[in-house]
């Protein structure tokens, strides 16, 4: 099994944070972002992890490479990282997860290893984490059926009807990614450049079995906004399991 973060945003909205740094550097609780991730790939074996960089990729490399020499890295670069979103820079990582089991995840989440464990654990090929919550606009939501399968994915969703949040953090098998693969590509051709990745997610759906998996009763925010910052490195941070 391998990962593939995408990590190439310039994230203008938690600026003066992320002004000299990216958002996975940024730090919570003396470790950064991109460390609690590591944690929780190489709790479930994840021995390859590739990178889809842009804004400041060097520090990204450079810090992957001193601070986890056992892991084999791999780099693809999003050089329009300043106008584009998640579904060219997965788009990009193609070659990478195609006809493979891979995991995703967005670079801006802070969560813990017990959550991707659950999301490994889940019997379904292709499983989502989701909190389950009532959402705003801003959150990419989804609408489930009795037994957790997706039929609904998007941030334009109303929120009446979806059962909550997903995370950015999902396990694919390799059956469904040259469909994802083409998916994301369509939107690309058809000029969607910043969209989310969950367009295309959206686009497959009725003929992809994409199942949630509940992560509602485990800490984990996307930090998008000062605020989710503020969150991470106080409510969030405060329930994580002790390794003790």
């Not at 021995?47 to 601070?67: D, F, S």
């Not at 329009?80 to 995991?103: K, Q």
């Not at 464990?117 to 292709?126: E, I, K, L």
């Not at 969950?198 to 509602?216: I, K, P, R, S, Y």
Request: aromatic share 12%.
């Amino acid at each position: 099994m391998q990962a593939v973060i995408l990590v190439a945003g310039v994230s203008r909205r938690l600026f003066p944070l992320t002004e000299f740094r990216p958002k996975c550097l940024m730090e919570i609780g003396g470790q950064t972002i991109f460390d609690y991730q590591m944690q929780a790939l190489m709790s479930v074996g994840v021995q390859k992890v590739c990178l889809v960089v842009g804004y400041r990729r060097e520090q990204i490399q450079a810090y992957a490479e001193t601070h986890y020499p056992e892991i084999e890295f791999s780099y693809l670069i999003n050089h329009f990282f300043f106008d584009t979103n998640t579904a060219y820079s997965l788009w990009i990582a193609g070659e990478e997860f195609v006809d493979r089991n891979f995991i995703y995840l967005n670079g801006d989440v802070l969560f813990e290893p017990r959550l991707l464990q659950r999301v490994m654990a889940s019997p379904h090929g292709t499983a989502l984490a989701v909190e389950c919550k009532p959402c705003g606009e801003e959150e990419v939501k989804v609408v489930v059926d009795d037994e957790g399968r997706i039929h609904e994915i998007g941030k334009a969703l109303d929120p009446s009807r979806c059962a909550g949040e997903f995370i950015g953090v999902a396990r694919f098998n390799a059956t469904v990614t040259s469909y994802l693969f083409k998916a994301l590509e369509r939107l690309k051709v058809e000029g969607h450049r910043n969209v989310y990745f969950e367009a295309a997610l959206a686009d497959m759906a009725g003929e992809h079995a994409f199942h949630m998996v509940d992560v509602t009763d485990l800490p984990c925010v996307e930090i998008d906004f000062q605020e989710d910052y503020e969150s991470a490195r106080t409510a969030v941070l405060s329930r994580f399991q002790s390794e003790d």
